[in-house]
């Protein structure tokens, strides 16, 4: 299955470019998306209104250069990743191209099943191919939780099922309904 992360990265100068920085925000959310096996990724690079100039070009190719650097090193394939220069908060390059960005020529990704390119988020998001999905194969739901079972302690729940009879039962993984109740 071939799922779909989108991650912000933040165009700001310090301490605002933490948001790209090593062990920051963006960083963890592309491992976590790594870990869960997204294989297509957006990545907007977020106020770019903000930048010293606004709308810097130089700016953005730092942020697309190190979030690539650090995406190689997690294995994906950096073909497949669309980079859109954003401004959240004036609406540039969200759902229409931003005359603000007039260096942008658009974010080109190779997918599956050709090529295809975008200029703006919207478009970005046009270019992801929808997953499939199997429906001959159970649901699975990667739940984390800690719960507190009596005389043995805090443990960690990290994989549940889910049944479907008249009513829906959560139950962790290694369990029989019968020893919930």
């Known amino acids: 299955m071939d799922s779909l992360a ?7 100068g ?13 960083h963890e959310c592309a491992l976590l998306a790594y870990k869960l096996s997204v294989k297509q990724l957006i990545v907007g690079v977020n106020k770019m209104d903000s930048t010293e100039p606004p709308y810097s070009q130089k700016r953005y190719e730092e942020i697309v250069k190190e979030v690539i650097t650090y995406i190689k090193k997690l294995v994906h394939n950096t073909d497949t990743v669309a980079f859109v220069p954003i401004s959240g ?3 540039d390059n969200m759902l229409e191209p ?15 099943d050709g090529n295809a ?15 499939t999905h199997p429906t001959d194969k159970p649901l699975w739901l990667p739940l984390q939780d800690v719960c507190k079972t009596g ?8 994989q549940w099922r889910l049944v479907f009879s ?8 290694h369990q029989s309904m019968s020893q919930l109740k």
């Open 89 to 91: 908060w004036n609406g």
């Open 6 to 12: 989108v991650l912000e990265g933040n165009a700001l």
């Open 151 to 158: 005389g043995i302690g805090t443990n960690l729940v990290d």
């Open 166 to 173: 008249n009513l829906a039962w959560w139950s962790p993984l």
């Open 98 to 112: 931003s005359a603000n960005v007039p260096w942008f020529e658009g974010s080109k990704v190779t997918r599956k």
């Open 14 to 26: 310090w301490p605002c470019s933490s948001g790209i920085a090593k062990n920051w925000l963006t």
């Open 117 to 131: 390119s975008g200029t703006t988020l919207l478009e970005a998001l046009d270019c992801i191919l929808p997953p």
